[in-house]
């Protein structure tokens, strides 16, 4: 008896609950207590899954932000299968193509090419799930990868949402959405646990118009960047020589250029010219701008770059094939490094590759700090502490002037290339009566990176840096930065999903 009257209890109650009006009310949507204010977030195509084949022209990013719905500037990039981006591409001459041997074939001829490889491997794809060396999932997974047909004008499961953290919002109930169909996209903090939320909606007819702020320009002819905290600005002629970078303070002011050149040295001595150095610089680089995109929240531009000399690609230095990620206070770099051969066979002990960025005398005063080098001052003179500073294993550094603007840099490369004794030492040299051609001011005051060449291993490894510039800088924000990819913002879709 005891258990039929419990029985039928559960049973009011949970009819009670279902009842409208009656229901315990789900609690209030939450406010937005994420803090950090420099971290771009960069949305999967996993986390956007229910909006996959709807138009791009028809989807808004938006937040709430004081109870009303607000447009924030957002950008959707596309990829193809093979994880490139699709940018405005510029034709790749034949010269560039026989110097360099890149593939700039169209996106349906690759698409043939992967289902040809697919149904080439097919059979021992299905053996290895048979004898359960591979998931039968894993097998659909590269089927569907090599089918897969782009269309351009849709999100599809690779493609990138990307907007700054900063600009989002509150947590909104789903009673509150403008359209039935969209996804509620949650940044956490991972050191703190704060919280805020976007939503990236479908508008089948009539979307709302897009926000009008846009973060970054770029001017192709000029290879010039502007944003609202920095401006970057190119070579002309070779799209891999900085010629200045320079942070703004707010109101727009553009403080002097500090950047005399970015520099490369490379010194080569092959064993089979007796150990004989061979000399390099940036003149000896030749770079070409594949294509571009520029967005309102970042310019992606991506480029190819090689070693000449006699006017023939230096056959054992590497190509190096770049997407630069430009965002509002720098940019981002990353790049597959192809070393066709072990350098280690033809090439004497002191052969390096060596880049910084040498400033100008206006730096005088300005302080550099790595992880383990806390005070070093660019005065032209090198200091004991700077005869003595720490080498290795520095893989950021920071620079600010006595006005308080800033530059910081820091290293990503591939685990592999360690492993292999290829790592990036700390270079600084600061001594006004050093002169280094090409140059446009007498004097060295470079920092930058220094890598053995013949560590280098062989094969396909992946590198990159950052760049940032601020302004009002103080030591704290170093940390601020490098959590950006130390400690990356997490990104998940939370709440009630588009319905079927």
Request: charged letters at 30%; proline letters at 7%.
């Amino acid at each position: 008896m005891k258990t039929r009257l419990h029985a039928l209890l559960i049973a009011f109650c949970t009819a009670l609950f279902a009842v409208p009006g009656l229901a315990q009310e789900s609690p209030d949507p939450a406010k937005k207590s994420l803090a950090r204010g420099v971290d771009p977030v960069v949305v999967s195509g996993d986390t956007t899954k229910p909006l996959w084949g709807k138009k791009t022209a028809s989807l808004r990013l938006q937040v709430r932000k004081d109870g009303a719905w607000t447009a924030i500037p957002f950008q959707i990039d596309k990829m193809n299968p093979d994880g490139e981006y699709f940018i405005a591409s510029n034709t790749v001459p034949q010269s560039v193509r026989d110097e360099t041997g890149i593939d700039d074939t169209p996106e349906p001829k690759k698409r043939t090419k992967r289902i040809k490889e697919f149904e080439s491997d097919r059979d021992d794809y299905e053996d290895e799930v048979k004898e359960g060396k591979r998931a039968k999932e894993s097998l659909e997974e590269l089927r569907r990868v090599a089918y897969f047909e782009e269309h351009l004008d849709e999100i599809d499961y690779n493609d990138e949402v990307v907007f700054m953290g900063r600009d989002a919002g509150d947590q909104a109930a789903r009673g509150d959405w403008p359209v039935p169909e969209g996804i509620e996209i949650e940044i956490t903090d991972p050191l703190n646990g704060g919280k805020a939320w976007a939503y990236l909606f479908f508008f089948a007819a009539n979307p709302p118009p897009l926000s009008s702020v846009d973060y970054i320009s770029y001017d192709p002819k000029k290879d010039f960047i502007t944003t609202r905290l920095s401006e970057i600005d190119f070579n002309d002629e070779n799209p891999m020589l900085v010629e200045s970078i320079v942070g703004k303070p707010p109101g727009g002011a553009v403080i002097p250029n500090v950047l005399d050149r970015f520099k490369m040295r490379i010194k080569v001595k092959p064993i089979g010219l007796f150990c004989a150095p061979l000399n390099f610089d940036e003149n000896n680089a030749r770079a070409f701008t594949i294509g571009y995109k520029d967005g309102p929240v970042r310019l992606l531009r991506r480029n190819i770059f090689w070693i000449i000399i006699g006017g023939v690609r230096l056959p054992f230095a590497p190509k190096i094939v770049m997407y630069f990620k430009f965002y509002e206070n720098g940019l981002a770099a990353t790049s597959d490094l192809y070393v066709p051969f072990n350098p280690k066979y033809f090439v004497c002990e002191g052969s390096r590759f060596t880049a910084g960025l040498d400033f100008r005398k206006n730096t005088y005063g300005a302080k550099v700090l790595t992880k383990d080098n806390k005070a070093l001052i660019i005065d032209g003179k090198m200091s004991e502490a700077e005869k003595n500073r720490v080498q290795p294993h520095q893989d950021w550094i920071a620079g600010y002037l006595p006005n308080r603007a800033a530059l910081m840099s820091r290293m990503i490369y591939d685990p592999a290339m360690v492993k292999h004794g290829a790592k990036m030492n700390f270079h600084y040299l600061d001594d006004e009566t050093v002169n280094d051609e090409p140059e446009h001011e007498p004097g060295q005051h470079v920092v930058g990176y220094t890598i053995d060449v013949k560590a280098f291993p062989k094969g396909k490894y992946y590198v990159g840096f950052q760049i940032y510039t601020a302004y009002d800088f103080d030591e704290a924000q170093i940390q601020e930065l490098l959590n950006v990819d130390d400690a990356p913002l997490k990104v998940k879709r939370t709440g009630t999903e588009t319905p079927k």
